[in-house]
């Protein structure tokens, strides 16, 4: 019984090990497929976003509060709701995601552009941009992690109310961009909209897929993940 007792522990150890590099690399791979399309789209194109980056630009224009200062207040006050809903748990991945970030971040930078250039062509630069920020942001969503204070507050919005985290990314980004029509142009918030429109949705999509529909509607980490199944105990 013993030999038994041990044989079992040593490979729950393995499957947990194999659990958390495939947790990883899942979390990398939207990291990475993230930060190439608001590189490559994004700040090539001049589209604006919606949620914490919009709200920096907002309270930088309105009140001249510097991003510098802006965005780690803004951050910090997402995280703290997201630790009082979502547990530490969700930090300490979230902190995993946010190291991913900073170095595809630097990668990319330090690469030409590797996606033709779309500014000639707003709308479809909007459209990519869309599926890159959903892809990727719903590929470390799926991990109980996040890609910044708007998926932490998302998700905790989606934890309190219920709501398809489609909707809670909606409600967050309309929000802000509604407030930016105080001081840009409806033209250029048009195709941000379009952006919002399509990544929202699609954050949901990727981070549900595998799931039946009940539980897609129970909780963050309902979904029976492929990629991380050990996230679906985690917030529910």
Known sequence: MRLEASAIKRQLRSLASWSTVRRIATIALGCGILTFG???VHQVVGITEGGVLGGILLLNHW????ASIASPILDALCYTVGLFVLGAG????????SVLLALFYALWERLPH???????YPLLAAIAGGIFVGVGAGLVVRCNASAGGDDALALSIHKVLGLRLARC??????????????YIPLSKI????????????????????GASPAEGTQSVAAPAHEACPEASSELS
């Open 63 to 66: 009140f001249g509060i510097d």
């Open 190 to 209: 048009a195709f941000s909209l379009v952006t919002v429109l399509i990544s929202s949705p699609l954050i949901d999509f990727v981070q549900n897929i």
């Open 114 to 120: 590797l996606f033709p250039d779309l500014s000639a």
């Open 38 to 40: 608001m590189h490559n």
């Open 90 to 97: 969700f930090l300490g991945w979230s902190a995993v995601s």
């Open 169 to 182: 990314y909606l409600f967050t980004d309309l929000t802000v961009l509604t407030l930016s029509l105080s």
